[in-house]
């Protein structure tokens, strides 16, 4: 009975001691993994380091307006001047078409009427137009009338601004005259090409006037076909 009971315990003993044993072995390994982790970690922490860093700004951002008003007719023009001109009542009640507040309104409406526009002078020209208003957070407005005539595309921006355009090099490729003024082109432009483009000065306003066409017809353009004439006459 005795030697049994010996037996028991040395069974029991040999059992605690392999017990014991994997516990601590398996400690030994939960601490190598933790700190495999630790390792592994490192990069982790330095590429989010890395994403935080402010990227490069060297570039500067493209300029925003802090208006921006859009007509597709002539016609829209002249409705909305009048309807801004009428007072606040009459221009909700009308609401005109591009739709901004009846304050901006009354920004835009002295660019649209200080000078005459170009306008096409022949009943039997198929002609469409576009006008863009500008008002940027610094002291810069720009109007600029689009026509499309044919396969060309004449552009006038009148700039409402200390706006000195730099002297171009080398000759003009091409001259053009509106209503006695006398423009000349050069071109194309080296980024967008297809563009010729000059100045002229209405009163104290600089107007940049560019035609996108092919180089073969560039010599051929003219602008007999447009008036300088006011938005609204003072008849009406």
């Given at each position: 009975m005795k030697q049994t009971n010996r037996l028991t315990r040395s069974i029991l003993t040999f059992l605690l001691i392999g017990l014991l044993t994997a516990v601590v072995a398996s400690c030994d390994i939960l601490v190598l993994d933790n700190e495999t982790d630790e390792t592994t970690a490192t990069p982790t922490v330095a590429d989010t380091t890395a994403e935080e860093t402010p990227s490069d700004t060297t570039d500067p951002l493209p300029e925003?307006?802090?208006?921006?008003?859009?007509?597709?007719?002539?016609?829209?023009?002249?409705?909305?001047?009048?309807?801004?001109?009428?007072?606040?009542?009459e221009y909700k009640a009308n609401t005109p078409k591009p739709v901004v507040h009846y304050t901006e309104a009354c920004r835009v409406v002295p660019y649209l009427t200080s000078l005459p526009i170009p306008t096409v002078n022949s009943e039997d020209m198929e002609w469409e137009v576009a006008v863009h208003f500008y008002d940027y957070t610094v002291d810069k407005k720009i109007l600029v009338i689009y026509y499309d005539i044919d396969e060309i595309r004449y552009s006038f921006a009148y700039s409402f601004y200390d706006y000195s355009p730099e002297p171009k090099e080398g000759d003009p490729v091409h001259t053009v005259e509106l209503d006695g003024y006398s423009v000349d082109?050069?071109?194309?432009?080296?980024?967008?090409?297809?563009?010729?483009?000059?100045?002229?000065?209405?009163?104290?306003?600089?107007?940049?006037?560019?035609?996108?066409?092919?180089?073969?017809?560039?010599?051929?353009?003219?602008?007999?076909h447009f008036d300088l004439l006011p938005l609204i006459p003072e008849d009406e």
């Open positions: 925003e307006p802090s208006l921006f008003v859009a007509f597709s007719s002539l016609e829209d023009v002249r409705t909305f001047v009048q309807c801004t001109n009428a007072g606040e009542e082109l050069y071109g194309p432009d080296e980024m967008y090409g297809k563009w010729y483009g000059g100045y002229m000065t209405y009163d104290t306003t600089s107007i940049t006037v560019s035609v996108y066409c092919d180089a073969t017809e560039i010599t051929a353009v003219t602008l007999d």
